[in-house]
């Protein structure tokens, strides 16, 4: 069954896939009533999460470090141990050594043997599942062989390289800064790191780099680059300039046990990276500190806060399929948990001291994404969408042909009114995304229009060009062709206005106007244009409205009685 599996996995790596990525696994309580977390590792909360996986049909989990709360080599061999149902159903587990992984110092050598004795596969050795082209910077040094590592997974548009960054002391190198211990520096490996990234050569279409540190945290204030987000300026402008040079849109951490989406640029302004924190895994839950906190020394200018949700527990999945990724957050529902028994609040904190793990029940926060054929756009609360605007550029991409459909904002504003910890006002990232269709149009991707927590966006109106070819004058004047969406990549596509939230569907001909409410749609001929005033985001595109599918659209309901 495993082998049929795998093979399965492999088969399908042309397909459109995903992968997981879960966060520290530290059990820091003192006790542990119902002892389902050995050596003060998560199981209680691993063997939920990964449930999770293995229902989405993800082919591999990433985890971003601190596997443990101790480093001693018995609590690395439970953690590969917990790791066995995700192997059992032929997903991949590829883990890294967070600062708790270290903790034992010299005493066990970092860690590092137990580390890949347990985890064979970040050598590529056993359990890969598809995954191939492992490779680890041994030209540096070969005591970063398995800690450091890159593989690829997927074929043609569908494919990506992950890049895994381990900074930690080990035996020959280990520089103290605070209370952490570097070894290898990323300066040391960034030739390394660029060869794997370059776009010309890497034979993927994505890119994705992880490490356990933020660039930039909420709490934690070190870095990977050796020191805090002041520290080796330099080092950190060839990292960053490195990733966006390659197309790297995500820089996936932990550390900071908190779901944190930023921005951040490189301290020469030149480069930036889009940063995912992870949320806790965690019996531990930090809270951020403020901006102008004498630790951050004043770096923080340097970052732009997208979304923000701490005290929870919960997990990511990332959808590759060909130029466009998807990513969906999920938590759980219940949030609010403070501390552990020793950090920040002690043991009047709400959190798992002296009782046993609850039940999770993981619900969608929050879905993000780009397309490499899109663009991004920032929009601040207060200020109009009129500003997104995107096109396919040259008629032409990835190899299939386009429409040249150019896709428009026309009216709407970021009413959102929402802050982080910190009491920053979030901005919007508004990614956009391109891919053929069998309609009038091509079809568009939007994410970012939401506040974590709904799917529902601000009003704003959308339009998209079509092919008068593709569609006949007397179908748009009946009200049987416009703009259309999906609920989902396997769906039908309905009425744009189908999916809102309220209004009233009506049809007009000719061209928008202000006049226009939530649920109007229309189309006009002269322009070869669709449009419509939704609420919503994801996939749109121009082509029939099928009155038996989109039975909300009052007006196309009649025409077909």
Known sequence: MLGAMAAQHKSDASAPWSFGVMDDTQWTCSNDPAGNNPHQMAKSIIDQVDSQFIRAGVRFVIQVGDLTDTASDIATQARAE???????????????????????????GYGIAQFRASFAQTRGLTNTFGAINFN????????????????????????????VLDPWATPDRHVTWGKFEYGHSIAEQQSWISARLDRHSRGTAHAFVFSHQPVMAEHHQDTPFAGNTATNPAMQNAFFASLQANDVKYYICGHDHIHQRSLVASPDGLSSVEEIIGVSDSSKFYKPKATNDVGWAGQKHRETSLAQERGTVGYYIYTVDGPRVSADYYADDHGNWESDDHFPTGSTGAGFTNQVTPRFHFVKKETFGYSLNGRRFLVGQDNSYTAVVDSVAGGRAYGETYRGTTARILAGVNNSTNRDYTERAFVREIDTGWAPSELASDALTLWGLADLGTNRTDTYVLSMTYDPAATTLSAIQAGAVGLVT????????????????????????????????????????????????????????????????????????????
């Open 82 to 108: 917990a790791a066995q149902p995700l192997l059992d159903a032929g997903i991949g587990f590829y883990p890294m050594r967070g600062n708790h992984e270290i903790g034992a110092k010299a005493a066990n």
């Open 136 to 163: 680890s910077p041994t030209a540096v040094s070969g005591e970063l062989d398995g800690l450091s590592y890159s593989f690829d997974y997927g074929a043609g548009d569908d494919s990506a390289r992950f890049v």
């Open 486 to 561: 999906r609920a989902s990549r396997s769906a039908n596509w309905v009425g744009a206005v189908s999916l809102n939230e309220g209004g009233t569907p009506s049809f007009a001909t000719g061209p928008w106007n202000g006049r226009y409410t939530l649920g109007t749609w229309g189309v006009d001929t002269n322009t070869a244009t669709a449009w419509a005033v939704v609420n919503h985001a994801g996939d749109f595109a121009v082509g029939p409205v099928d009155p038996l599918v989109d039975a909300k659209t009052r007006v196309v309901d009649s025409l077909w009685r």
